[in-house]
């Protein structure tokens, strides 16, 4: 019998799977990851390749964060430049890198944020001061600042792209805009004939003259105006109103200057630097509890105590402050500094409410003479 001849051993051959890298995913799986992170990823993921630009600059990416609610507050603020640039200057709020905010002692990451330009093509309107409204995603100039106009531009601040919205039916100059439940109110103070208020529907992009309801007892005399669960309150000189579009006016809680409402509680500041809410039971101004307030009011010179509070801001419930110290309020020349921080705010079952503070520091260094036109608070 011839044996049969052995044959080798034969192991097979196999292979290791390859590691799949996040960037060879497919734009819609990319996409799926990209909408659930964080918007302030987005500038370092952007530097990663064109692709993740292309993607992270697309509206499609913004619009399925606003369908599966992963939509975040994002302040942006607006200078004008005294000496010599004809267009005014955006700014952004963002945490810098982790890298540039370590300590020295405990390598702990500290949360430093700065105010950072924002990279967009001019546009030759100036930005009025009281009739710019964020509109979602969407920052309204509404009207001229310095001579009478109907324009109105949109400002896009997911492209960072400007274009045109509906004039308005009449030309107004310094008028005051604010938005309530899908609207935004136009008033002009100074107008004595009946087209002094008109109001813009959102939703289908048209204007239509507003009736007064009585809000000719204060139309001659107001000075400032803001929202505050639904109504529009107005400081005039003599008396104060609150305004409802539908109802018409009303009493006003006390005189108000710089506030802003947080969960139906109105907050504003001192000249002192003590932060401040409004009980609307006892009608009366109580201070803010809690020792982290103190740092608002100590004795540096970057104080917020009789500092220029430029403008306080809801923030996704928390509220944004934002000052020039007052050593530097008036200066021409030299370095002048905003300096911003961030309170969370908690109700206490004595009726009482503390405020913690969750970062404060110097977010903006200017050399030159500015102006400050604008601040708002969009959703993107």
Same mark, same amino acid.
């Given at each position: 019998m011839i044996p049969k001849e052995a044959k080798p051993n034969q192991t097979e051959t196999k292979t290791k799977p390859q590691p799949l890298s996040f960037s060879s995913l497919p734009d819609e799986i990319l996409e799926n990851i990209l909408v659930r992170l964080s918007k302030w990823n987005y500038p370092n993921l952007s530097l990663v390749s064109k692709r993740f630009l292309s993607l992270l600059s697309s509206t499609e990416l913004y619009t399925t964060r606003s369908h599966i609610g992963t939509t975040e507050p994002c302040l942006y603020f607006c200078l004008g430049d005294l000496t010599s640039t004809p267009h005014p200057k955006w700014f952004t709020l963002w945490i810098k890198p982790a890298d540039e905010t370590l300590a020295e002692e405990d390598d702990e990451i500290l949360e430093d944020y700065s105010l950072v330009s924002v990279p967009s093509s001019p546009h030759p309107q100036h930005v009025p001061y009281f009739s710019t409204v964020a509109v979602g995603s969407d920052i309204y100039l509404i009207g001229g600042a310095y001579k009478p106009s109907s324009r109105v531009r949109i400002f896009d601040c997911r492209s960072h792209t400007w274009r045109d919205g509906p004039n308005m039916l009449v030309a107004r100059e310094e008028a005051y805009a604010c938005y309530i439940d899908g609207k935004i109110y136009v008033m002009e103070d100074d107008r004595k004939d009946n087209n002094w208020m008109e109001v813009l529907d959102i939703k289908t992009q048209t204007w239509s003259p507003l009736l007064s309801h009585g809000a000719t007892e204060f139309r001659d005399d107001w000075f400032l105006m803001n929202v505050y669960r639904g109504k529009i309150y107005v400081i005039a000189e003599k008396e104060n109103f609150a305004y409802d579009p539908k109802e018409g006016t009303g009493p006003c809680y006390g005189h108000i200057d710089a506030w802003c409402a947080i969960e139906d509680v109105m907050f504003c500041f001192t000249n002192s630097g003590y932060c401040m809410w409004y009980d609307t039971k006892s009608r009366e101004w109580r201070e803010v509890k809690g020792s982290d307030m103190e740092v608002l009011r100590d004795k540096s010179e970057y104080s917020l105590a009789w500092g220029c509070v430029v403008e306080i801001?809801?923030?996704?419930?928390?509220?944004?402050?934002?000052?020039?110290?007052?050593?530097?309020?008036?200066? *021409?020349?030299?370095?002048?500094?905003?300096?911003?921080?961030?309170?969370? #705010?908690?109700?206490?079952?004595e009726g009482e409410?503390?405020?913690?503070?969750?970062?404060?520091?110097?977010?903006? *260094?200017? *050399?030159?003479?500015?102006? #400050?036109?604008?601040c708002l608070v969009i959703t993107i």
């Open positions: 801001v809801n923030h996704g419930g928390k509220l944004l402050v934002i000052w020039v110290p007052r050593s530097e309020e008036y200066k *021409t020349k030299g370095i002048r500094r905003i300096w911003c921080g961030k309170i969370a #705010f908690e109700k206490r079952l409410i503390w405020g913690k503070m969750e970062w404060v520091n110097e977010v903006l *260094t200017f *050399t030159k003479p500015y102006k #400050f036109l604008s």
